[in-house]
């Protein structure tokens, strides 16, 4: 922000602004000065501004989930904020069991049902270390959405293409057709994840890789 020499500017908090400073007119140079001012907050202002927070904005609190968002072309907010929910309670489940004696059968039997849990639905990568719970994210539960499975499976070049091709009714997963973009794929179904049989793109799939059945042309 930039004041011109003794303007004055209404404050609520401290605020961190510069002072422009003009030379004279034979010195054609600027000059700025940091200048922070501060003013004890009044009563009413302490009440009115109690649950704002100056230092870190809403907007930079929420620029992380936007990319997110953005990332996986989540369509839902209320998606992520589950994911959000899951993984913290994920991380405090794995920090309770951690503070319980390693060699105490609850914790052994409790960490290995945990593990295997979070192996199955591939969110860790492995089920042998009780520390990766502590690396679970909302970005762990993304991952495993079908269209993002559809990209690591070279089905869809682009998350959102894979999207819309779900929500067409091209893709299955097992013998289940999935509209759903939510959909969770589990470690157990990845390999599962194929096109509908009367879809066009497998059509146009087998076509290019040779492979389309003779039958199915007459």
């Known amino acids: 922000m930039f004041l011109r020499n003794n303007q004055k500017l209404p404050i609520h908090h401290c605020i961190l602004f510069h002072v422009y400073l003009s030379t004279s007119s034979s010195e054609n140079i600027n ?15 302490q009440k009115l501004l109690k649950k704002v927070d100056f230092i870190s904005w809403q907007a930079d609190k929420n620029l992380h989930e936007v990319k997110i968002l953005k990332r996986f072309r989540i369509q839902k907010r209320e998606d992520y904020t589950k994911y959000n929910k899951l993984a913290r309670h994920i991380r405090e489940l794995a920090r309770k ?7 105490h059968p609850f914790r052994i039997e ?11 639905m591939g969110l860790i990568p492995t089920k042998w270390d009780l520390m990766l719970c502590q690396k679970i994210t909302a970005s762990s539960f993304c991952k495993r959405r079908l269209p993002v499975i559809m990209v690591r499976n070279k089905m869809s070049q682009t998350v959102k293409m894979a999207t819309q091709l779900i929500e067409q009714g091209h893709v299955r997963v097992g013998a289940e057709v999935i509209k759903d973009p939510a959909f969770l794929v589990t470690r157990n179904l990845q390999d599962f994840v194929t096109w509908v049989d009367t879809s066009a793109i497998r059509k146009h799939v087998l076509e290019y890789n040779d492979m389309r059945d003779d039958f199915e042309l007459l």
């Open 97 to 103: 069991i951690k503070d319980i004696d390693p060699e």
């Open 110 to 120: 409790q960490s290995a049902l945990l593990l295997e849990k979070l192996y199955m």
């Open 31 to 45: 000059k700025y000065k940091l200048v922070i001012m501060v003013r004890k907050l009044k009563y009413h202002e």
